[in-house]
C-alpha cells in the first residue's frame, strides 16, 4: 500500500486560509468516506482535527475543515494561527481493514 | 481520564527483538482497536497494525507481516507490539492510538472512525 501524496509544505499569514492536498487511488481515498488528518506538532503524539472526511471532533476549532472529491482529500485551514504551525497528515481506509498515512505537509506560518 | 501509558524507551541490537506495552485507562479497554504507528526520525508516520482487544484479532501492513506480534492482556488494560529481526531502520518513536470498535450496540470497523486517544510515544533505537 502506498502512502498518500500530500505537498511537503504550506504556508500562510496569520489570518489568512491555506489548503492542503492528499492524493490516493480509487482503492482508498476515492472509494471511501474514511479520510482522517492529524496535527501533529513537534515532540507530540498527533492529534485528530477531522474525520470521516469533514466531521471535527469535540474541541477541535471550526476554522479546520475537510472535503473531498474524486481520489483527492483537502484540508483548509482558514483564519490562520501561530498555533497551526505543525505537520499535516492524511490517512484513508484502503480495503480489508487496511489504511494509509499520507506523506506529511509542514505547515508554516508566516 | 482517559489516557494510553507506554512502556519507555528501548535500546536494541540488530537482530533483536523489542516489545512495547501500551496501558489504558479511564475507558472501556475492549470497545477500541489498538493502532501501532511509528515515525522514524525527521520522517512520517507510518501504520503498522491494528488489534482488537476484544476478539485478540490483528491486521498488520503488509510490510510488517512475519515480522510483528501483537498481542493484548485485558485483564491489565494492556495491549503489546512486538518486532522482531530489529534493524538500523527500525529506530523510531513507537506509538500506540485507539479507535472505536464499539459504542452502544453499534459495532465498527477498524479505520471507520479515527485514532482519537494517542500514546506518548517510545523510542526504540536499533545499534550495534
Redesign the interface.
Known amino acids: 500500500q502506498s502512502a498518500l501524496t500530500q505537498p511537503p509544505s504550506a504556508s500562510g499569514s496569520p489570518g489568512q486560509s491555506v489548503t492542503i492536498s492528499c492524493t490516493g487511488t480509487s482503492s482508498d481515498v476515492g472509494g471511501y468516506n474514511y479520510v482522517s488528518w492529524y496535527q501533529q506538532h513537534p515532540g507530540k503524539a498527533p492529534k485528530v482535527i477531522i474525520y470521516e472526511v469533514n466531521k471535527r471532533p469535540s474541541g477541535v476549532p471550526d476554522r479546520f475543515s475537510g472535503s473531498k472529491s474524486g481520489n483527492t482529500a483537502s484540508l483548509t485551514v482558514s483564519g490562520l494561527q501561530a498555533e497551526d504551525e505543525a505537520d499535516y497528515y492524511c490517512t484513508s481506509y484502503a480495503g480489508s481493514n487496511n489504511g494509509v498515512f499520507g506523506t506529511g505537509t509542514k505547515v508554516t506560518v508566516l | 481520564q482517559v489516557q494510553l501509558l507506554q512502556s519507555g524507551a528501548e535500546v536494541k541490537k540488530p537482530g533483536a527483538s523489542v516489545k512495547v506495552s501500551c496501558k489504558a485507562s479511564g475507558y472501556a479497554f475492549t470497545y477500541y482497536f489498538i493502532h501501532w ?1 511509528r515515525q522514524a526520525p525527521g520522517q ?4 503498522m497494525g ?1 488489534i482488537n482487544p476484544n476478539s485478540g484479532r490483528t ?1 498488520f ?2 510490510k510488517f507481516q512475519g515480522r510483528v506480534t501483537m498481542t493484548k492482556d485485558a485483564s491489565i488494560r494492556t495491549a503489546y507490539m512486538e518486532l522482531s529481526r530489529l534493524r538500523s531502520g527500525d529506530s523510531a518513536v513507537y ?1 500506540c ?1 485507539r479507535e472505536l470498535f464499539y459504542d452502544s450496540g453499534k459495532y465498527y ?8 486517544v ?4 517510545t523510542t526504540v533505537s536499533v545499534s550495534s
Do not use: F, I, R
Not at chain 2, 512520517?44 to 501504520?47: D, H, R, T
Open positions: 504507528v512520517g508516520l507510518e501504520w491494528w491486521n501492513a503488509q506509538y492510538a470497523s477498524p479505520w471507520n472512525y479515527a485514532m482519537d494517542w500514546g506518548q510515544g
